[in-house]
DNA sequence: CAGAAATTTGACCAGTTGGAAAAAATGTTA
DNA sequence: TAACATTTTTTCCAACTGGTCAAATTTCTG
C-alpha cells in the first residue's frame, strides 16, 4: 500500500537572519496582544475570532495577520507572558523567613495580581477549564516541580511546630483558589456585594478576611 | 425621512396546546442535553458548535435543531438545570445548627458537587468568565438576597461569639472559591499532585484540609 | 530625494457555522 | 391498516471563519 509523501510543512519559516524589529512592529505586537488578551480572556481560544481582535485592535485583519501569521501563534505568546507574571509571587515564596510573614505577602500579591491582572487569570481559567490542552506539559513539568519545592518549605515549618499540620499541596491550592476568585468570578463578587460593597475596596476587604482565615480560621481560640 | 417598517419577528412559535411531550422527546432532548454539557463546559457558549453537539448525541444537526431550534435554548436550559443543583447546598445551610457542623457540611456538599458535577461547575465558570451575559440577572437577584439571608445568620453566630467576627460574604466566597477549583482547575490539581495523590483520593483530602483550614487556620493554636 | 524595505490594503478562497425547508421515514392510534 | 402525527434525513443557504496573495502605500536609509 504505497502512500504519496505528505506535504512538507513549509519549512519553519525562513525570517531571514530575523531583521532586527522596528518600532513599529513593537508597537503593534502590544497593541494586538492587548486586544487579544481581551477576546481570548472572554471567549476562550475557540470562541475567540480573528476579526474580533483585529477590530479591538484597530486594524484590518490582514494586517495583524502580517504580525501573527496564526491564531494559535497569539495565544502561545500570551499564556507564556502570562505564566511569567503569574507564577512570580509562588518563585518569590522563600523559605528563610517565617510563615507568618510569608504566607501573608503571598496572599497579598496573588490577590494584586487579581487586581490588577484579571484578564490575564481569566486567560488561564479559560485554559484550564478547556483541559489545558496548550499548557499540560508545563503543569506537569515547570509548575508541579515548583509546588514540589514549596511544598517541602511548608512541611519543614510544620515540622518546627510553626504551622498546624496539613496538607500543603491543597494549602497551596486555597491560596490560588481563593484569590484568583476575585478576578475570574469577578462578575459574581460584585453582583452579590452590590453597588456599595462591590467598589474597589472589595480587595481590601478580601485581603483582610483571607489573611484572618488562613491564620486563624473561623473558630474562636477558646474554643 | 421614511422607513420601512421592521420585518416582525415570527410571533413567538405556535406550540398549538402545547403537545403532551413524548417519550421519544424525553429521551432525545436528555441525549442532547448531556452532550451539550459536555461542549459547553470545555468551550464555552462561543467556542461550542452545534455539529459538535450533535455528533456527541449522536444524532444529525438538523435532528438536533428539531428539539431545540436554537443553540440559544438548549444553552438556557443547561444553566437554568445547572443553578437549580448549584445552589441547593446553599438553600439548606441552616440557621438552626451550630456553626461548626453547618459549615462543615456545606463545605463537603460543595466538595461533593464539583466531583459529582464538575460539568455544570465548568459551565458556570465559563459564563462567569464571559461576564455572565445570560445570567446576570439572576446573580444580582436571587442570588444576592439568597446570599444575603445566610451572611445574616453567620452574623448572628459571630454576635454569639460563636464565630470569629470576619466578613460573611467573603466568608462565603472563600467556600465556593476553594471547592469549585476541584472542578474547575482538575488538570492543574491533578498534574501538581501526580498520579499517586492526583487519584480519587484527592477529594478526601480536600475535604479534610478544608474543614482544618475554616475551622482552626494554619497557626498552631496556642501561638 | 531615490530606492529599498516595511507596512497596509483589498480581493479572494475554501471550509465551517447556525439555521431553514421540504421530503422521506417512522411511529401511533382508531 | 389507513390516516394522522412525529421524527429523521437530505439539500440548501448566507454569513462567518482562518488564512493567502499581490498590489498599493508608507517609512526608513543613504
Redesign the interface.
Known sequence: MTVTSPPEKAAKKPKKASRPVTRIQREKQDLILDAALDVF????????TIDQIAEAAGMSKPNLLYYFPRKEEIHKRLIADMLDIWLAPLREFSAEGD??PE?RSYIRRKLEMSRDFPRQS?LF??E?????PRT?DM??GD??RL?DEKAKILETWMDQ????R??P???I??I???T???A??????R????PE?GGEGRFE??A???E??????????KS
Open positions: 480572556s472572554v471567549h476562550g481560544f475557540r470562541g475567540a510563615p507568618v504566607i481569566r481559567a479559560n484550564m477549564l478547556q483541559g489545558a499540560f503543569l506537569e509548575l508541579k509546588v511546630g510553626k504551622l498546624n496539613t496538607d499541596y491543597h494549602l491550592f486555597s490560588w483558589a481563593t484568583q476568585h476575585y475570574d468570578f469577578d462578575v459574581q463578587v453582583a452579590v456585594l452590590g460593597r476587604d478580601a483582610r478576611y483571607l484572618n482565615l488562613f491564620l486563624h480560621g473561623l473558630l474562636p481560640k
